[in-house]
């Protein structure tokens, strides 16, 4: 053999995805990633993403599952667990004894939840206290606008659904010291910069008119009331968000890239939930897609991916074709669909370059995650990770293997150990994320279609 058949023969090929997509996907990639989009926009929490999500498969055929319903090939369910977490399924052409197809994502990302008592009032201006939610660099949730999403539940039994600061609405910041006196702020870690407690939202400055106290408070609190019908107290049985309030955009002179909050994760669950939609023929195992909240603190929870609900809708599935659950799920896949880290040249130094995701470079595969050691990894087997790259290639999908930065640089876990823990053979793969965790993260066109194309894959073999 020449050299560069010896080459070609033995060593792997590293290029582009723009390199090795054909030149006729790039349609399909921008219109699935205006989609994509769309679904950032309309889903900024977990409920919201639960609610997008059931209005988008019910479009497209998709019916409430209710226990005992009788299921035949083809058919498509969804299961709402508590307006926070979704599971959909298209019953296979095969048993549920041969295994199910599983694709697992989460839908809550990092963000301020409001206290249980928020409202405040110092120096004549009104604020909200907040607590933050997963991973957060908190000097970057200072300065930007924000809006609160979420919901109030009322003693009476009603819950209210709250928007504040959509559209032309107004926003809320928190703020940060100027630089002319920041001097001594400046000497602290960026991790100590802005402490948890400074994360404090400006909700207002315009006293209401008499002689009361707290009168800036009280003016905030009366929109509230006006608005949603709310009172103080209901601030404490209510799951307030705030989140940041840009839009999902492209990024790049060459639109190659989108800038969002919650690609983390959102791309891989958007990816998850649309190729289960999108699936033309009935697929040979029955495919299933979970939408997970509280991945980000830890999965735990009735809607966590830790949930028995999920073990129960699997087990329900099962009872209808008389199949025993333990054992479809032994011989079920589920590749655990969650973001990687994309190598920065920013910073360097934390990646390892031989073995780090690169943006535009497809779908990474992540045998293990883990931090110190892998602790914490489920490790998917070399067999696994063996059988996702033969259906990956022969599926066109565009994708590359991944680890989260260098040995003890850090780490990370998601979902997948959960899932292996139930018996299932798992693989964790995603999208490669730059600045990820930040209010508004970045991803690559390409690798957000090569997911999608990669979740089709999954759900058809
Ligand atoms: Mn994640
Ligand atoms: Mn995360």
New binding site residues.
């Given amino acids: 053999m020449e050299a560069k058949e010896w080459k070609e023969k033995l060593l792997m090929e590293k290029k582009n995805g723009y390199d090795r997509m054909p030149a006729g996907e790039r349609e399909a990639m921008n219109s699935y990633c205006q989609g994509y989009k769309a679904f950032l926009d309309a889903g900024k929490t977990e409920r919201e993403c639960v609610r997008e999500g059931i209005r988008l498969a019910e479009e497209k055929g998709f019916r409430a599952y209710e226990r005992g319903m009788e299921l035949k090939s083809g058919d498509k369910v969804y299961l709402n667990n508590r307006g926070k977490m979704l599971l959909l399924a298209v019953i296979g052409q095969k048993s549920l004894a041969e295994g199910a197809q599983i694709a697992a994502?989460?839908i809550d990302?990092p963000r301020l939840d409001l206290k249980p008592s928020p409202l405040y009032e110092d120096s004549e201006l009104a604020y909200l206290k907040t607590h933050y939610y997963g991973g957060i660099r908190k000097y970057q949730w200072v300065t930007i606008p924000l809006e609160i999403h979420g919901v109030v539940a009322l003693k009476d039994g009603k819950t209210v659904n709250v928007v504040i600061g959509e559209g032309s609405e107004p926003k809320l910041v928190i703020n940060d010291l100027l630089p002319h006196l920041g001097a001594e702020q400046s000497k602290k870690t960026l991790a100590e910069g802005i402490a948890g407690e400074q994360l404090n939202i400006m909700a207002g400055s315009e006293p209401m008119e008499g002689e009361e106290k707290d009168r800036v408070k009280l003016a905030v609190m009366k929109v509230l009331y006006e608005k949603y019908g709310f009172t103080e107290e209901d601030f404490i049985s209510a799951e307030l968000e705030a989140v940041p309030a840009a839009k999902a955009t492209d990024i790049g002179l060459d639109a190659s890239l989108i800038g969002a909050y919650g690609h983390?994760?959102r791309v891989?669950g958007y990816a998850a939930l649309r190729a289960l939609l999108d699936l033309e023929e009935v697929p040979g195992k029955t495919a299933v897609c979970v939408l997970a909240d509280k991945?980000?603190i830890g999965s735990v929870g009735v809607s966590g991916m830790l949930t028995h609900a999920f073990d129960t809708f699997m087990e329900d599935l099962c009872d209808s074709q008389n199949v025993p659950v333990r054992a479809c799920l032994e011989k079920s896949f589920c590749l655990s669909a969650?973001?990687t880290a994309a190598y920065d040249p920013n910073f360097g130094d934390v990646y390892e370059k031989r073995n780090s995701s690169f943006v535009n470079y497809g779908i990474g595969l992540c045998k293990y995650t883990g931090s110190r050691g892998k602790g914490g990894a489920s490790d998917a087997s070399a067999e696994l990770v063996a059988y996702v790259r033969r259906i990956f290639d022969e599926n066109g999908v565009i994708w590359q293997m991944a680890e989260l930065g260098k040995v003890d640089a850090g780490g990370?876990g998601?979902v997948a150990a959960y899932m292996a823990n139930r018996n299932i053979d798992t693989l964790d793969a995603?999208v490669p994320v730059l600045a990820?965790h930040a209010p508004f993260e970045v991803v690559a066109k390409l690798d957000c279609y090569m997911t999608y194309k990669g979740m089709t894959a999954v759900y058809m073999n």
């Fill in positions: 994502a989460h990302s983390d994760d891989c991945e980000e969650d973001v990370g998601t995603g990820m």
